[in-house]
């Protein structure tokens, strides 16, 4: 008795296929493809039985055929720090979010900024026959990696320069701005500031406009604290706040949160003696205690950008100018007026 052929196998022998996966569907072929590439518009009822169709005969896209008949892969190589923060694993989720509406995935590696770590994640994608890149540039030595190794078009993120070639960033001076004139505006003129990890662009943006910033205003410039971005760092630099500064700027959230608790450890209420800022804006800075006043970046926008500018230069047309991303200020309460 010849034993029953597995669904998942035509008579040829082969996978199934697309036009296998319609015909059990009842749909076309288009139809099965936009529900792969996740199109809107499709009514549910027919999505569940496309999707059943693949489920039962156990369909799988042959993605390196696709890349032979249209010459392109349909994946986006994606490559972001080895410690991912917050705003970095932010904008990958965008990243993944808007490539998907467009009919693309990301191809995801980790690299630090070390000119060896970068090459081997380079050519892991290159390898894989990625149309695009999109690299989140955080130390300046990878801009020099990448422009130096690769041919297919590229865009970088979180470089924290708004003005770099084919770059979408926050604007860091702006959001400093916000932060710092919040501040002065409340009566504050004795300042310090908690920095982020050494050698990182937006981090060093951020401190070179607070010092100019102080240096407008003929402010004293009081010691910098150097941090590393973890609330240790801000715990630590917290305790070496000098006395008498009411304005503490943090260059990200876990560092204000961990100063917070260093401050009032001293006996320093917040916002009663120091007003304290930080920059981001995590879900968890609402809920600090004080609630933490901080500089919202738009990382989704971030993601959504730069998808949107890599479609435009595979499809042969230059994005034009890529403004800096607005950041805005949210004020809650760990600032308040300056002590008399």
Same mark, same amino acid.
């Given at each position: 008795m010849t034993p029953e052929r597995p669904a998942?196998?035509?008579?040829?022998?082969?996978?199934?296929?697309?036009?296998?996966?319609?015909?059990?569907a009842g749909v076309s072929h288009q139809t099965v493809s936009r529900v792969l590439n996740d199109f809107p518009g499709i009514r549910p009822e027919t999505r569940e039985r496309v999707l059943q169709a693949i489920r039962d005969l156990g369909y799988r896209r042959n993605m390196?055929?696709?890349?032979?008949?249209?010459?392109?892969?349909?994946?986006?190589?994606?490559?972001?720090?080895?410690?991912?923060?917050?705003?970095?694993?932010?904008?990958?989720?965008?990243?993944?979010?808007?490539?998907?509406?467009?009919?693309?995935?990301?191809?995801?590696?980790?690299?630090?900024?070390?000119?060896?770590s970068m090459g081997e994640a380079l050519d892991f994608?290159?390898?894989?026959?990625?149309?695009?890149?999109?690299?989140?540039?955080?130390?300046?030595?990878?801009?020099?990696?990448?422009?130096?190794?690769?041919?297919v078009p590229v865009l970088y993120v979180l470089t924290g320069n708004s003005h770099a070639e084919r770059s979408v960033a926050v604007d860091q001076v702006a959001g400093t701005r @916000?932060?710092?004139?919040? =501040?002065?505006?409340?009566?504050?003129? /004795? $300042?310090?500031?908690?920095? &982020? !990890?050494?050698? @990182?662009?937006?981090?060093? =943006?951020?401190?070179?406009?607070?010092? /100019? $910033?102080?240096?407008?205003? &003929? !402010?004293?410039? @009081?010691?910098?604290?150097?941090?590393?971005?973890?609330?240790?760092?801000?715990?630590?630099?917290?305790?070496a706040?000098?006395?008498?500064?009411?304005?503490?700027?943090?260059?990200?959230?876990?560092?204000?949160?961990?100063?917070?608790?260093?401050?009032?450890?001293r006996g320093l209420a917040v916002p009663d003696d120091v007003s304290v800022v930080g920059f981001d804006d995590v879900p968890e800075s609402g809920y600090a205690h004080p609630a933490l006043t901080t500089v919202h970046q738009d990382f989704t926008e971030v993601g959504l950008r730069a998808v949107t500018a890599l479609m435009e230069i595979i499809n042969g047309r230059e994005p034009g100018e890529l403004a800096p991303v607005e950041p805005w200020l949210v004020v809650r309460g760990s600032t308040g007026p300056a002590p008399a």
């Open positions: 998942s196998l035509s008579k040829s022998g082969r996978g199934p296929s697309m036009h296998d996966v319609a015909a059990r390196a055929a696709r890349a032979l008949a249209t010459g392109r892969s349909e994946v986006i190589g994606v490559i972001m720090p080895e410690v991912p923060h917050f705003g970095p694993t932010s904008t990958l989720y965008a990243i993944e979010h808007a490539a998907k509406r467009v009919g693309f995935k990301p191809l995801i590696t980790t690299a630090s900024w070390e000119p060896s994608l290159l390898a894989r026959s990625v149309d695009a890149l999109v690299v989140m540039a955080q130390h300046p030595d990878i801009l020099a990696a990448v422009e130096t190794t690769t041919d @916000l932060a710092l004139e919040h =501040l002065y505006d409340l009566g504050h003129r /004795r $300042f310090q500031h908690i920095t &982020g !990890l050494s050698g @990182l662009t937006e981090a060093q =943006l951020r401190r070179d406009t607070f010092v /100019r $910033f102080l240096e407008e205003r &003929g !402010l004293e410039q @009081l010691p910098v604290l150097e941090g590393d971005w973890s609330a240790d760092a801000g715990y630590r630099a917290g305790l706040v000098e006395e008498g500064v009411t304005a503490l700027f943090c260059a990200n959230d876990p560092m204000a949160m961990g100063a917070i608790h260093a401050l009032e450890e």
